[in-house]
């Protein structure tokens, strides 16, 4: 009868202890986002640091000297347009999808 009731005690503590390691694994999982896109040329997963929501920002790209000079370059042969459909050709300004602050900025430079 004794040992019975320390088996069950001894289940109560290890069910308890897991319930612990859980919730301990639970807090410590870090969300490792980042919330500055500066750098990126494409659509990333971002946490705003404004609003903490997190998802994918919206890119606006704005064709800066080097786009102009890229499609001076290719108009002999006629794809002088392709540089302003190229991200990484122009600057890039990262916003986030819910409260629209600018959470990042990539500048085009091929210096
Ligand atoms: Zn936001």
Redesign the pocket.
């Given at each position: 009868m004794a040992s019975n009731y320390q088996e069950q005690e001894s289940l109560y503590h290890q069910n308890l202890n897991h319930q612990i390691k859980d919730n301990l694994e639970q807090q410590q999982t870090p969300i490792n986002l980042p919330n500055d896109l500066s750098g990126e040329y494409n659509s990333t997963e971002v946490q705003?640091?404004?609003?903490?929501?997190i998802?994918k920002s919206q890119i606006r790209c704005e064709a800066n000297k080097w786009t102009c000079l890229y499609a001076c370059v290719l108009s002999p042969i006629f794809i002088c347009f392709v540089p302003f459909f190229i991200n990484s050709c122009q600057d890039v300004y990262h916003k986030?999808?819910?409260?629209?602050?600018q959470?990042g900025f990539t500048e085009h430079n091929p210096c």
């Open positions: 705003c640091a404004n609003c903490r929501k998802g986030c999808p819910n409260c629209q602050i959470i």
